[in-house]
């Protein structure tokens, strides 16, 4: 793997050199858009709006609209902006990390120690795992600052970045069943068929199925043939009540 960041994560008066891999990967398939006439790529290129000639890339800078024009910002604006931040993940505080709202969540680093801060990150990784706590941080990553969270995952301190309060939406304009009453006998039902459902999270029980349907149908007219196709069987309650379709939801999940 190749690195994407290299800094520090400040923990205390404590510097612990580090290097930030991807965490992550796409389990999407790699589609190429093409010319339907010919099979051939399309490209996309970088145009100039006024000449309509394409821009080479070590041409393009970065710009801020204020009123009629705009302020260029070179790469040295970025890291003056906030120098330590640019090099530092700095600890600020830490948390239960089951107090984090799952819509916060984005992406995730690894992060790998250098030689001379091994001790100190086998120190902050053991640490957390005794606490049972997560550390909140804030690190600039490709010209921009980014919250995150600091974690053990077996033997890796992950950071996982996570969003800033006002990224989040407020859900004031959703309209929600608020005057709707639930009866306490559909309540029970509802809670008995969680119950019956409830099982320890395991993740790699859930796979990406539909790029695995997607990718035999790929294979097979690939080789000529014609795909099957799964066709599809929906499920009807034999009753509009929903505490009947609760029962029913209940039985059938018995006898599953």
Known sequence: MRSIWKGSIGFGLVNIPVKLYSAVQSSRLDLNMLDSRD????????INEKTRKEVPFDKIVKGYAIDDG??????????????????????????????????YYETSYFSEPETQGKKAYALLLEA???????????????SSENLCVIHPVDKVLVITK?????ELRSPEE??????????????????????????EFKI??????????????????????????KKMKPV?????????????????????
């Open 39 to 46: 099979h051939e790529h399309i490209k996309f290129q970088r």
């Open 70 to 103: 705009y302020v260029i910002l070179e790469d040295q604006d970025f890291e003056d902006a906030s120098p330590q931040k640019t090099k530092m993940i700095e600890l600020e505080n830490f948390v239960d990390i089951s107090a984090i709202n799952p819509m």
């Open 128 to 142: 957390l795992k005794k606490s049972k706590k997560a550390g909140i941080a804030r690190f600039v990553l490709r």
């Open 162 to 166: 996570i969003r800033f309060a006002e």
């Open 174 to 199: 959703i309209q929600t069943p608020d005057d709707v009453n639930v009866a306490k006998k559909e309540l029970d039902v509802g809670l008995a068929l969680i119950s019956q459902y409830t099982s």
């Open 204 to 229: 790699d029980q859930f796979k990406d199925e539909y790029t695995a349907e997607l990718l035999n149908i790929i294979k097979a007219k690939s080789k000529g043939k014609r795909p099957t196709i």
């Open 236 to 256: 009807k309650a034999t009753s509009d009540d929903l505490y009947d379709q609760l029962k029913q939801s209940l039985t059938a999940g018995k006898s599953a």
